[in-house]
């Protein structure tokens, strides 16, 4: 009695396990894969309608865990075979081979083909949904190693989610890990070395020539697209242009006059002199800076509905203007801000910023 008992015991798991009533032993790579690739993808593309909120799940398929894929739902009991993709509604649906099981739904949504290899390795595999526990050990082990296959990891302050502080890139993708490239000014760029005033290949229009090869550049597009660069501008006019653009202010009438004057007797010399002028005018870093606190978000209080006041900020405000001022080189500008408190040789002033 008692070896029949015994064997009916492993019948019933055996039957049991084939049944997908009880979840698949996950081996350590199904299980990194279900972390991994899988579980991210079905939080992308599948959670949002079938589990995120209980009280509006579609089709009645709760896909949050192993059980609810398994039980079905209102349209399909077959959701989840494991071990047989083909026959899985889930797999099905992803491929959008049925016009009557298409899912994600919409056409942005869809699984790249890589996507849906994923899904289908994995349900092949047994489809196993490891513990919360394993789950967290692949993920912890995952996040610690900067750079894989996948990608790198680009450190940030975080993100809302886990998925989107450790989310990674593909190196080519980001611009930060791209070789810094010095292109060369080649002869028909519009430098006064070339031989420029000859119309270019791409166009019958002359590029005419430039004192400056951020100018030559310029010209060269202008020249591919038929253009031609606008007059040179008279003494008014780029007296205002400058003062505005490095004082935010404009020029009074007795600087426009003296600038007049300067320009007659030599024009690159008052065109030097005045932004020379402007450059070590107090207003220079007020102006810069505005720019730069557009991109850091400054302000003197922190908005929305109680919009409390930031009693320190103008220490920051004051210290970008002078480094403006200073003609603080920018990469010491920009580490400074980022990882002044870690610098051995940083000034009580500074630290202030």
């Keep these: 009695m008692s ?12 039957a049991l396990l084939w049944t997908g009533a009880i979840p698949l032993h996950a081996d350590e790579a199904a299980s990194r ?6 579980l991210p993808l079905l939080k992308a ?4 309608c079938h589990g995120d909120d209980p009280a509006k799940i579609k089709g009645d398929l709760n896909m949050l865990t192993r059980e609810g894929l398994l039980k079905g739902g209102e349209y399909s009991q077959k959701v989840l075979v494991p071990g047989k993709a083909e026959e899985s509604d889930l797999y099905i649906a992803v491929t959008w081979k049925n016009s009557d099981l298409e899912m994600p739904p919409k056409e942005n949504d869809r699984l790249m083909p890589g996507q849906i290899e994923i899904v289908k390795a994995w349900i092949n595999a047994g489809a196993p949904w490891p513990s919360e526990a394993e789950q967290k050990k692949h993920r912890e082990a995952e996040w610690s190693i900067a750079t894989t296959e996948d990608g790198v990891i680009i450190p940030t302050s975080g993100g809302l989610a886990d998925e989107w502080t450790y989310r990674r890139y593909k190196p080519e993708e980001v611009w930060a890990f791209q070789p810094v490239k010095k292109p060369g000014v080649n002869k028909g760029m519009g430098t006064k070395e070339s031989d420029s005033k000859q119309p270019t290949k791409n166009s019958s229009v ?4 430039s004192p400056s090869p951020i ?3 310029v010209n060269a597009k202008l020249a591919k697209a038929g253009h031609q660069p606008a ?8 007296i205002r242009r400058a003062t505005f653009d490095l004082l935010g202010l404009p020029p009074k009438p007795e600087e426009i006059a003296a600038f007049e004057a300067a320009w007659k007797k030599d024009s690159a010399k008052a065109w030097s002199d005045l932004i020379d002028r402007l450059l070590a005018s107090p207003h220079y870093g007020e102006r810069q800076a505005q720019h730069w606190f557009d991109v850091t978000r400054y302000a003197d209080t922190g908005g929305m509905a109680n919009d409390f006041e930031r009693s320190n900020m103008w220490r920051y405000r004051d210290w970008v203007i002078r480094a403006f001022n200073d003609d603080k080189p920018y990469d010491r500008f920009v580490m400074e801000q980022i990882a002044g408190d870690q610098l051995a040789d940083r000034a009580a002033l500074e630290r202030l910023g």
């Design 3 to 14: 070896g029949t008992m015994n064997k009916l015991t492993v019948f019933l798991a055996t």
């Design 33 to 38: 894969h279900f972390t991994l690739k899988v």
């Design 215 to 217: 100018d030559a550049f």
């Design 45 to 48: 593309k599948c959670f949002a």
């Design 231 to 238: 007059p040179p501008a008279d003494p008014r006019t780029l």
């Design 206 to 209: 002359p590029i005419p020539l």
